[in-house]
């Protein structure tokens, strides 16, 4: 039988022991909310107003609710005050030797079975339960900002931490209307522990001048539904947080991987803290506003350089991409000839297109007349020649360089001078299919996402002789249909699986290791950091095959020891585990 708590003592009211204090008055909890001095205790007691006073507008709280809630919350700048508390929540800035000189002082003033919890994001909370005499006692408590309205909290246990201490806290989390985590003590915990190694590698890839900041944030919420791109979360989180965050998980981990990007620091240091210093990766109306004020002009080569014209459009290929991207062009009035290998496929090919037309038909998305109309613009095709006047063709085969490679030669022959040619693979080298060809500056990457008719991104891959009239052609193109285009160089994994899979792998390994169980890393990212989908649900639908074949495609372009496959994919696969489509992956679908 877990304890009943019925007092509660926050230490620190910055926005986060504010939002924390909050969530335990609202469960009915009386709270002794602890600042350094009087100004603190303003400051506090103005997010908690403002916090609880927002709710109050939106219909959430009532008037006799409201004053209820703040009636529960005491503040103090005497932490004597917390003498007969049942549990203590430590919530002030993550430097250790301060945590660890505030347990030391409520280890002497608390009641000897008192908890003490630390909210701590990245610090062990084992060096901070040493300073007591108690550590049995002491817990990690992380809850993610802002408290009231995430609902993920991570308990973290150290090796010392007594179970029933564990289970309490746990029942305390669910009282408080969130979803728990168990896991152990480890910098980063769980969803920090993969969410900066992915943050960090963005920052990379900005600093290297890869991609525009813009770029790389459409990528990631068009590419994979993220509800913030990388930098402009890691300016919402706070620069400086980020760092000390990294810091203490390369201090811990002695990746590569997390050792803090160059740049980070350099913003830092001129003051470009994100928005609650008004600038950071992007500037702001105020300081802690959520609005930009300003906008990095696009590459001029999609600007200044004229596209050439395109009216007719090649698909080659009779897969779900390939059917896919060629309705795309023709719900969007472009002819589109489609290339199979047969008749028969050929033909398949324009029945799939068919039903997925029908389907929208049937929803209401799209009228029987322009269904009908859109269908009429797709020509069948066998041969290559038949793809002789199209202004850009679109090769959609399998991720097989060879049988690229082949494709590519083939085109080269067969289509007009002056046509673009296209490969839409996710992973391979863009160059290679170009070397295929005597016209390299007209070949580039066009990496649709799965599936084409819906994802609205785009990555448009520029190898070292794209042309620059090519690469506003490929802009203008996705624009026209309706699509978001983002811009990258030539390399493995492009933007979003460059960013997306070593996240994925870092997952596995946390499971290799014992470290907490799949379905709660899948909470921590879902529930605590706002993704879509968990790890595991991802890999699953994705399939191991594939993740394990693209993770090493990366891991062989950059040869960092952090990107080689986690051991536990590579047997998950070779047991024929491929996910959802063999009905076993990292879970049982049957």
Do not use: W
Not at 81 to 94: G, N
Request: proline share 5%; glycine share 8%; with cysteine.
């Amino acid at each position: 039988m877990a304890r009943e708590f019925s007092s509660v003592g926050v230490v620190g009211l910055g926005t986060m022991g504010a939002g924390i204090a909050e969530v335990l008055a609202r469960s009915g909890l009386d709270v002794i909310a602890v600042e350094v001095d009087e100004a603190g205790i303003t400051r506090g007691r103005g997010h908690l107003e403002h916090s609880t006073s927002r709710a109050l507008a939106g219909g959430k709280l009532t008037q006799d609710e409201h004053a209820a809630l703040l009636g529960r919350v005491r503040c103090t700048t005497s932490l004597a005050e917390l003498a007969d508390v049942d549990l203590v929540i430590e919530a002030v800035p993550e430097n250790l030797q301060l945590k660890a000189e505030i347990f030391a002082q409520l280890d002497g003033i608390t009641k000897p079975e008192a908890l003490l919890a630390s909210n701590t994001s990245s610090l062990s909370v084992t060096e901070i339960g040493v300073h007591t005499s108690r550590p049995g006692k002491v817990v990690g408590l992380h809850f993610f900002n802002p408290a009231p309205v995430l609902n993920f909290v991570e308990v973290v246990r150290t090796v010392v931490t007594e179970p029933d201490v564990v289970t309490d806290v746990v029942a305390l989390a669910r009282r408080l209307g969130k979803e728990p985590v168990v896991t152990g003590d480890r910098a980063g915990f769980i969803a920090n522990a993969l969410l900066f190694g992915y943050l960090n590698h963005a920052v990379r890839m900005y600093e290297a001048r890869y991609a525009t900041r813009e770029d790389l944030d459409a990528a990631m919420r068009f590419g994979c539904g993220y509800p913030m791109g990388p930098l402009a979360l890691l300016d919402l989180i706070g620069l400086d947080t980020a760092y000390e965050i990294l810091e203490s998980m390369y201090r811990q981990s002695r990746n590569p991987l997390h050792a803090p990007a160059p740049l980070l620091k350099q913003m830092i240091t001129a003051g470009l803290l994100g928005r609650k210093s008004g600038r950071g990766f992007y500037t702001y109306e105020a300081p802690d506003s959520p609005v930009v004020t300003d906008s990095a002009a696009p590459e001029k080569s999609t600007v200044d350089t004229p596209p050439r014209e395109v009216r007719v459009v090649g698909v080659v290929g009779t897969g779900t991409m390939a059917t896919g991207i060629a309705e795309v062009f023709a719900k969007r009035g472009f002819d589109v000839v489609l290339r199979a290998r047969s008749e028969e496929k050929a033909q398949a090919a324009l029945g799939k297109v068919g039903k997925s037309l029908d389907r929208q038909v049937k929803k209401g998305r799209l009228s029987a007349e322009d269904a009908a109309a859109a269908l009429g613009r797709i020509r069948p095709a066998v041969e290559f020649a038949e793809l002789a006047d199209v202004d850009l063709v679109i090769e959609a085969v399998a991720e097989e360089l060879e049988v690229k490679r082949a494709v590519f030669a083939a085109l080269d022959e067969a289509v007009k001078p002056g046509a673009i040619l296209a490969t839409t693979t996710s992973s391979l080298p863009v160059i290679e299919c170009a070397a295929a060809t005597a016209r390299p500056s007209e070949v580039l990457g066009l990496h649709f996402f799965n599936p084409a008719p819906v994802m609205k991104l785009v990555e448009v891959v520029n190898t070292i002789a794209t042309a620059p009239e090519v690469v506003a052609t490929a802009h203008a193109i996705c624009q026209a249909v309706g699509k978001h285009p983002v811009h990258c160089g030539d390399r493995a994994g492009f933007i979003v699986n460059a960013l997306l899979f070593p996240y994925l792998n870092d997952a596995v390994k946390m499971l290799e290791a014992h470290y907490a169980e799949s379905a709660d890393i899948d909470t921590a990212m879902k529930v605590g950091c706002g993704l879509p989908m968990g790890p595991f649900e991802l890999l699953d639908v994705v399939g191991l095959d594939v993740s394990l074949a693209i993770q090493r495609t990366l891991y062989n372009e950059f040869r960092e020891a952090g990107y080689a496959p986690a051991p536990l994919l590579e047997h998950l696969v070779t047991a024929g585990r491929l996910g959802r489509k063999t009905g076993k992956g990292f879970r049982d679908y049957t």
